[in-house]
């Protein structure tokens, strides 16, 4: 597994990291199992939320990470989703920071991301959130998720910590911060630009893009390999990973590696042969023909 610089926070995190949204309904054992697969392959990232499982995702995991590894271990959760709004308040982020560190049963969290745009979010009253996470050891870095320029450029204006990261949906078959920037001035759907160029504007500020549901299509509606609805991207991803000797799930990974933005993607499988296939993907380096060959059979078309 090879590293990639976390944004602007001085450490290296693995190409891949392992996503724990699903892992609640999984008892203590089976998640020890899962913590000890990833690691053994090199992936010592976790990410978790306050929310996951209603908590249960990082209780478990707690439980099941021993003490000894704590220290060998990147966990980085999220905080500011509640049911039916969203709250970046001070109140909200001490208070589900104090949380997520009794549920994990650790004394400090490595990331904090902030989950989804608040829009009433207060830059100041963030920063005064920040600050006292950095001081009182709490939390080491902070980025957020599923936002754009603008409203990082923002609430960056206001912090004294760095923005490292920004976590956003990102997979063969979810590609709108790539369709628009091929697609400039053009008069059709891929033209649009959703998301203010964030892709761009996370290169520029040297802010790591994590990439979640990297096998997902739709807003969760399922995945995508071994789907009969992509006929032509099953094929694809098989034809490239008989080549590489891998499965159509480690392209699909690698694809998303390739992109020269040193893109962090964060599985989410719970089965753990699936997890070690996919971890392979960071030994893969696409041509540039096989990546647009796979953004083709995607359904994209190339001006
Ligand atoms: N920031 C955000 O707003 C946000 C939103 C969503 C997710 N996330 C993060 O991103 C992580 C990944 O998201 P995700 O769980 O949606 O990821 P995903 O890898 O796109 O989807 C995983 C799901 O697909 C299933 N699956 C079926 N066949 C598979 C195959 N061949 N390979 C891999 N998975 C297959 C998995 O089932 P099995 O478990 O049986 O393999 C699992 O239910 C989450 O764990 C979470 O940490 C963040």
Known sequence: MYSINFGKSGIKVPAVAVGC???????????????????????????????????RSETVFGKAMSSSLRDGIIIQTKCGIRRGFFDFSYEHIINSVDGSLKRLGTEYIDVLLLHRPDALMEPDEVARAFEYLKTSGKVRHFGVSN???????????????????????????????????????????????????????????????????????????????????????????????????????????????RHPAKIQAVTGTTNLARLADSLKASEIMLSREEWYEIYCAAGNVLP
């Open 147 to 257: 936002q754009n320029p603008y409203q990082m450029q923002l609430l960056q204006n206001s912090l004294t910590v760095p923005i490292c990261a920004n976590q956003l949906q990102f997979s063969a078959m979810h590609t709108p911060m790539i369709q628009f920037g091929i697609n400039v001035n053009m008069q059709n759907e891929s033209g649009i630009n959703r998301d203010g160029g964030v892709l761009d504007f996370c290169r520029l500020n040297r802010i790591t893009v994590q990439a979640w549901s990297p096998m997902q299509y739709g807003y969760f509606e399922g995945c995508f390999v071994d789907n009969e609805k992509f006929p032509e991207l099953n094929e694809t991803l098989l034809k490239i990973g008989d080549k590489y000797g891998v499965s159509k799930s480690a392209i699909a990974i690698a694809w998303i590696l």
């Open 21 to 55: 949204m699903r892992i609640s309904d999984m008892s203590e054992k089976e998640v020890s199992a899962f913590i000890d697969t990833a690691l053994s392959l090199g992936a010592n990232f976790f990410d978790h939320a306050d929310i996951y499982g209603g908590g």
